[in-house]
Every structure is written in C-alpha cells, then in structure tokens.
C-alpha cells in the first residue's frame, strides 16, 4: 500500500448522500432534520434513523479497521525487504 492509497482510505468519509440511501430516502430529507427544530424548514428525522447511522458507523469501523491492517502488513513487507 503507497501513501496516495492509505490517505485515500483515511480521507473517505460518510455524506448526505449514504445516509439518505441507507434510509430510503431524499438528501432533501436529511439535510431538513439537520436542521435547528426552530428553523422553518425543519423536518422531524427519518424514521429507523439511529439504526441507520450505527450501520453507517459500523461499516466506517470496519472500514478503518482494514485500512490500520493493510497499512500495518505493508510497512512490515517494507522493512523487511530493507533488511
């Protein structure tokens, strides 16, 4: 693994856009529920909306977890072939 692969993995990142899919719905949706209660525009939040945000958090710590690994075994190869 170089350094463009491993800081692509680091940079990745959850948006409106997965969560809105995960709960099937607009990213209009989400962005509204954001939103302070006392905006005019604010929605109530989805509903199933905290399971969907743990499996959105689950996977990003699987996620990282693969990343920590690979980089790990790379950096191992790499002193090892120094030696």
Do not use: C
Request: aromatic content about 6%.
């Amino acid at each position: 693994m170089d350094f463009r692969e491993a800081t692509d993995g680091l940079f990745d990142r959850v948006d409106h856009d997965d969560l809105a899919k995960a709960l099937g719905v607009s990213i209009a949706a989400i962005r509204q529920a954001r939103l302070r209660p006392e905006a005019a525009a604010h929605r109530q939040p989805p509903e199933d909306w905290e399971n969907a945000v743990i499996r959105l958090a689950e996977e990003r710590v699987w996620h990282y977890r693969k990343l920590i690994e690979s980089v790990r075994q790379s950096k191992a190869v790499r002193r090892v072939v120094s030696q």
